[in-house]
C-alpha cells in the first residue's frame, strides 16, 4: 500500500480513502501552500484563499452553512492528491474517477453526506464565478463581463499560517 504522510502525521491513501484519516487541519494546513491555476498565474494565490473566498462567498449569497462548508472544503482533495490541470483531467478519467471518491468521502465526513445535485450546480457556480475573476485577475484573460461577486476579496499574498488559521476558525464557525 503507498501512502503519504499528512502534517499531522497520519499515514492516508488517497487512492483509498478511509475517512476517519481525514483531519481538516492537513487540509487548512495544505491548501494555503497550493497555487491556484498550477502556478500559471502572475502572483502566488493559494487554493486555500480560493476556498475562503467561495465559503464567504456561499454565506454573502444567503445559502446555508452546510453550503459554506462545502465551499470551504471543495478543493480538500488537492491536499492529499494535488491537482491537475482541466484538460488532462478530461484525458485521465481514473485520476478524475480517485478525486471524485475522495470528495465523496470528505463531504461525508464534514457534512454528513454527499452534496446533492441542487448543491453541486450552486456550488460550480461560486466557484466558476471566481474562475472568471482568476483568468482575468492572474492572467490577464479576457473573460468578457466578469461575474457578480458578493464579498471583497484580494488577490494580494497572505502568508500561509494566516489563510490556514482563518480556514481552521470558518471551520469551526460553520460547524458550530
Not at 482568476?134 to 499560517?161: H, M, T
Not at 480556514?167 to 460553520?174: A, G
Amino acid at each position: 500500500m503507498s501512502v503519504i504522510t499528512t502534517y499531522t502525521g497520519k499515514h492516508f491513501d488517497p487512492t483509498e480513502p478511509k475517512a476517519e484519516l481525514i483531519d481538516f487541519r492537513d487540509i487548512a494546513h495544505a491548501l494555503p501552500h497550493i497555487c491556484r491555476g498550477n502556478g500559471q498565474v502572475s502572483t502566488f494565490f493559494s487554493v486555500g484563499q480560493h476556498c475562503l473566498n467561495c465559503a464567504k462567498e456561499a454565506l454573502a449569497r444567503g445559502f446555508s452553512k452546510r453550503l459554506a462548508l462545502a465551499c470551504l472544503v471543495h478543493d480538500a482533495s488537492e491536499a492529499y492528491m494535488s491537482d491537475l490541470p482541466r484538460p488532462l483531467k478530461q484525458v485521465w478519467p481514473e485520476y478524475r474517477k480517485y478525486e471524485d471518491r475522495l470528495l465523496s468521502v470528505i463531504y461525508e465526513k464534514f457534512l454528513g453526506s454527499d452534496l446533492t445535485e441542487e448543491e453541486k450546480v450552486l456550488l460550480k457556480r461560486i466557484d466558476d464565478d471566481f474562475l472568471a475573476h482568476d483568468l482575468f485577475n492572474l492572467l490577464n484573460e479576457d473573460v468578457g463581463e466578469l461575474p457578480k461577486i458578493s464579498i471583497d476579496f484580494s488577490y494580494d499574498f497572505r502568508p500561509f499560517f494566516e489563510v490556514e488559521k482563518e480556514m481552521l476558525e470558518l471551520f469551526r464557525e460553520l460547524n458550530s
